[in-house]
């Protein structure tokens, strides 16, 4: 058994015959799932329904009615009188580069302790980790006198500083099962080849932490595209809130009444570049693992 | 290792010297501004904190003030809902406050007796129209016979109906609810009409909202819930019959049905949007509040105000809104002074109404005034009637869903148990007094 | 300490192909020239990941620990008070209360987390047609966010105009005008549904990721050997799969430790107290009372129970080491 053919993507047997059971057991395959999927996705395309209701009519009963009164009147309030999209740039800059910033990082990390032993790994994983554990809000005033003495409070930068470090934890902790699925030989190979790090890690391990990574990255944008209570504390002006600060103070009236209108259109925009970023990083995960990486 | 953290611990003991140095106590008293110019002429930048429920007032004053005053600047920051003293607090004790800030009126006190706001005093008493200004607002910008602040806008509770719906039920439009009474009747009528009609709403699970609509019944019968000033406060719930006079109310309209049923879980969030549908009679609530949800043309048409009663007669007001302060470390408290004059002037407040807010000064409820804002002309005239709870526990009474105030009116409203209303009620306050005394 | 780093960098042995490196050369490795290089290179590539957590948390971690140590209020003079917040917090009933609650919902959502998670895991591993489609609709809850799928939820679950009583009255499971939010029972259920179906969406993909690094001939031996797919379910996957369900879990157990967002929007802890997770203990404490120096012991306090249990996952889902070698 070589390594080349180590790794397929797991498929049904026998390629090629398909089976009536197999044609029966796909179409149960298809019907479940979508139902599942279905009942899944209902909540969201209600809400996406509710998004083109005008505000008075969405905390009225539902009925069919409302199918008769949609409008994008959320839509262009938000987007011209409120000038939406200005946010929505503010939290992908500050999305992308925390997703960049954690990928690189927790790889390097993530290889780091997975393949290298040096005393005290150990204690500085079990740290890491600890950033997992801890609430924010306990660390709010302590971190805003910190980052303000630093000159990094409103400053989209030292959001990203923020939110990557916060992210680390969970990148350090997928890369290095990443890195440890992956057999000893490929990187042994690769040394005595001759391979310096970066190509080790850039050429012939790529395609295989690739899934891993792309997890780091999607969770690292989405965990910055929604966070909000570390970007109220740490942006202290208008022009630098992100999407989700920018859309609850256009919900919220002056007595705290929400405008459910605006709330559900402000989602199903916010809802956009998630879903991009996540069927882009889709193939990482689809095409599996290599194979024929390794020759011979 | 070792030297990656060495080096790593010593600038953080670097940052930590200075944090310390940064957020070490000063209980000093702050310097009163004497001298001439302040206020007068003042150049550079004003960096302005307000709440982002003024946003549409902020907003139009800042840009006035900058078209008008080539030399200074105003520099306008929103704070985010519930954020707005924390974000305060938190930029005082890092040592960069804002020059001013457009605070919650209630929530003054907190700060006015640790020196974090400049004393105005001096300058206040040499307005014109110092005794003109909200009662309310002042009473909570005052400590220790000390001014720190002064009014920036009023946010009133008022008692809202429909006319349109009064006609329908054969009542005359013109002759709105005085008395608790009148109230129950009139919604008694209106709920008759059936078809998704509902005499009355409340925000049945909103604190905050009961606090603001409630309490001003109980003012307006001469009475509030706590006894004596910040230094030494007692609860005043037991025995207080205007209080239970303003529940029973409430447990009448409840019980009788007078409101839609999902009145009992409305946090708040979608307070209003019924009555703005024009489906329900009368709505305690307040001015500013339908501004935003209806169309101008609908006011004093299909909607029109009048003031909160009490049980038989008289009136009252919550004097909610905003103060200005100016923080002690401010950079430029001659420019804050300056841009806080110039929008207590008359040209000013009268931009007020249409921009949802009601006038700080009582002396701009002029004839024209009147005719040109009638709605909130009924607001401006409660102004002097107003008043708002001075108290260091506001927000832990009022405004928490396990506060006393809430824990009172949902055993007496809806579980109609009185006596233990008032018991839980004047235990609760007095265990929150005592807490913060000490 | 050298053994047990090596037990740390050993993957699974399972996962391993073709003949094991004989003794020759692992002694390779222990050459001291090498093995210093190679314990440099570690540290170098793990130092940017210890700098940022060192700033951004475990500084602000050792200064929340000193604020904990004081009466610090959020605005005003404070004192050190040596250990007295922790000995109130011990006592404070409502601090109690907080902690169970916590409890209770944890152990309320964990299991059906993981189980659903699992469920859409095995549904998406392959590549057949549909599975792209399913793992979105699946994962879109997560992408969306917590904070707005409350404020979503909450619209939704009120008496006569949200679409919950609205559907279930149709079905006839509950009344046209159930009030869920003010209810604890009610709540509480309509929470663990809706968080349920939030989270099991990343628990899926989590899995999936590392169910896809299982090599195929292993299922394909099974079958020849005649595997039911319960047997070739709990003897291949399970056991490959246990660093991921480890982070699973963990990720899982600690989410629901810190909830906030979702008891904040739907129910503000009510009614009274009683759906009042810790942080939302802390943040009322500390946002709202201001006693922050107070609030933050109930912080550090909450930190430990967190580390303690999480570190109790761990060792119960740690690696193995017995060879199947």
């Not at chain 1, 690292?220 to 022009?239: D, H, K, P, Q, Y």
């Not at chain 2, 409203?413 to 929150?432: E, H, K, P």
Request: with cysteine.
């Amino acid at each position: 058994m070589t390594a080349a053919t180590a790794y397929r993507p797991a498929r049904p047997a026998r390629a090629g015959t398909r089976s009536a059971r197999d044609r029966i057991g796909s179409g149960f395959y298809l019907a479940g799932g979508t139902l599942a999927a279905l009942l899944f996705l209902l909540p969201l395309a209600w809400a996406v329904i509710r998004s083109f209701t005008p505000d008075s009519l969405v905390t009225q009963a539902p009925s069919a009615r409302d199918f008769g009164h949609l409008t994008t009147a959320n839509y262009s309030g938000l987007i011209q009188a409120n000038d939406i999209l200005h946010y929505v740039l503010n939290s992908l800059l500050v999305a992308c580069g925390t997703g960049l910033l954690t990928a690189v990082i927790a790889t390097l990390a993530g290889y780091g302790f997975a393949r290298f032993s040096f005393r005290g790994s150990g204690i500085v994983f079990a740290l890491v980790l600890v950033t997992m554990m801890i609430p924010f809000q306990a660390l709010l005033t302590p971190l805003f006198l910190e980052m303000h003495s630093l000159g990094l409070t409103n400053s989209l930068l030292g959001l990203v500083l923020f939110y990557t470090t916060f992210n680390l934890p969970f990148g350090v902790f997928v890369m290095r099962n990443s890195f440890l699925q992956i057999p000893w030989e490929l990187s042994e190979a690769a040394a005595v080849d001759g391979a310096g790090l970066g190509r080790t890690l850039m050429s012939v391990l790529r395609p295989l932490i690739l899934p891993g990574v792309a997890t780091t990255v999607l969770y690292a944008f989405l965990f910055s595209w929604t966070e909000f209570v570390g970007a109220l504390t740490f942006i202290t002006s208008n022009s630098l809130y992100t999407l989700p600060l920018a859309l609850l103070n256009l919900e919220y009236g002056s007595v705290g009444q929400v405008n459910f209108g605006y709330l559900e259109a402000g989602a199903v925009i916010a809802m956009v570049p998630c879903v991009l970023l996540y069927l882009g990083l889709q193939r990482f995960y689809v095409r599996g693992l290599m194979s024929g990486v390794i020759k011979g | 290792m070792k030297l990656l953290s060495g080096r790593i611990f010593t600038g953080v003991a670097a940052v930590l010297l200075l944090a310390a140095a940064g957020c070490s106590s000063s209980g000093s008293s702050s310097p009163a501004p004497a001298s001439a110019s302040f206020g007068v002429n003042a150049t550079g930048t004003v960096q302005f904190w307000a709440r982002t429920v003024s946003k549409t007032l902020a907003q139009k004053l800042v840009t006035e003030f900058n078209a008008t005053h080539p030399n200074l600047k105003v520099n306008l920051r929103l704070t985010s809902i519930n954020d707005d003293v924390t974000s305060l607090a938190t930029s005082i004790r890092a040592g960069d406050p804002p020059d001013v800030v457009g605070l919650n009126d209630i929530d003054m006190p907190t700060f006015t007796r640790n020196g974090s706001f400049m004393n105005l005093t001096s300058q206040i008493n040499k307005l014109p129209y110092k005794s003109a200004l909200s009662p309310g607002h002042i009473g909570l910008a005052t400590y220790n016979g000390q001014l720190y602040g002064v009014p920036y806008w009023a946010d009133l509770s008022v008692l809202w109906y429909n006319k349109t719906l009064f006609k329908q039920a054969g009542l005359n439009p013109d002759d709105p609810p005085t008395t608790y009474a009148q109230i129950l009747s009139d919604a008694q009528a209106i709920n008759k009409l059936g078809h998704g009609i509902n005499g009355f709403t409340f925000a049945g699970d909103c604190q905050g909202c009961l606090g603001f609509t409630v309490q001003p019944g109980i003012w307006a019968d001469g009475t509030h819930l706590t006894n004596g000033d910040i230094t030494s406060q007692s609860a005043n719930i037991a025995g207080n019959t205007a209080l239970e006079s303003a529940l029973t109310l409430y447990r009448n309209i409840w019980s009788q049905k007078l409101v839609p049923d999902n009145d009992r879980t409305d946090d708040g969030t979608t307070w209003g949007q019924d009555f703005a549908a024009g489906k329900i009679g009368i709505m305690p609530g307040g001015y500013g509040q339908l501004v935003d949800l209806v169309k101008p043309s609908q006011l004093g048409t299909e909607f029109m105000d009048t003031p909160l009663p009490g049980t038989n007669g008289g009136y009252s007001t919550f004097d909610g809104g905003d103060d200005f302060a100016i923080p002690s470390a401010a950079k430029n408290p001659s420019g804050a002074w300056e841009f806080i004059q110039w929008v207590m002037q008359t040209q000013q407040q009268d931009q007020y109404p249409a921009l949802g807010a009601t006038p700080v000064r009582t002396d701009v409820l002029t004839p024209s005034f009147s005719a040109k804002n009638p709605e909130d002309a009924v607001a401006l005239k409660a102004l002097a009637k107003g008043y708002a709870p001075v108290t260091l526990v506001y927000d832990q009474m009022f405004n928490q869903a396990g506060g006393p105030w809430f824990q009172m009116f949902t055993t007496a409203v809806y579980d109609g148990n009185m006596s233990l209303a008032l018991q839980q009620g004047q235990s609760g306050l007095t265990r929150l007094l005592q807490q913060a005394a000490s | 300490m050298i053994g047990h780093d090596q037990a740390l960098a050993r993957p699974a042995p399972a996962a391993q192909h073709g003949p094991r490196g004989a003794g020759g050369r692992r002694v390779r490795w222990w050459h001291p020239r090498l093995s210093t290089r190679r314990a440099l290179t570690g540290m170098a590539l793990v130092a940017p990941t210890f700098a940022m957590v060192a700033v951004f948390v475990l500084f602000p971690l050792g200064f929340a620990v000193y604020i904990s140590l004081t009466n610090w209020p959020l605005i005003g003079p404070y004192h050190y008070i040596g250990g007295q917040n922790y000995s109130l917090l011990v006592h404070d009933p409502q601090f109690i209360h907080s902690v169970l609650f916590t409890l209770l919902y944890t152990g309320i959502v964990t299991v059906p987390i993981f189980v659903v998670g699992y469920a859409m895991a095995v549904l998406v591993r392959s590549n057949r047609r549909g599975a792209t489609f399913f793992r979105t609709a699946f994962f879109l809850p997560f992408i969306i966010g917590l904070a707005t799928e409350s404020f979503m939820v909450l619209l939704e679950l009120q008496p006569d105009s949200g679409a919950a009583d609205y559907v279930l009255g149709k079905i006839g499971l509950a009344h046209a005008t159930t009030a869920w939010t003010v209810n604890y029972g009610l709540a509480l259920t309509a929470i663990c549904v809706f968080v349920v179906w939030f989270a099991s969406g990343l628990t899926m993909m989590l899995l999936m990721a590392g169910m896809q690094g299982i090599p195929a001939e292993l299922y394909e031996a099974a079958d020849v050997d005649g595997g039911t797919w319960w047997q070739k379910e709990s003897r291949i996957t399970l056991p490959l799969l246990r660093p991921n369900i480890a982070l699973a879990l963990i990720i899982s157990v600690i989410g629901s430790f810190l909830a906030f967002n979702q008891f904040y929007i739907l129910t503000e802890g009510g009614p009274g107290t009683s759906t009042e997770p810790v942080v939302m203990w802390i943040y009322e404490e500390a946002f709202v009372q201001y006693h922050l120096g107070y609030a933050t012991a109930g912080a550090i306090a909450l930190v430990i129970v967190i580390a303690i249990i999480s570190a109790a996952q761990f060792y119960l889902l740690r690696d193995g080491s017995k060879a199947s070698r």
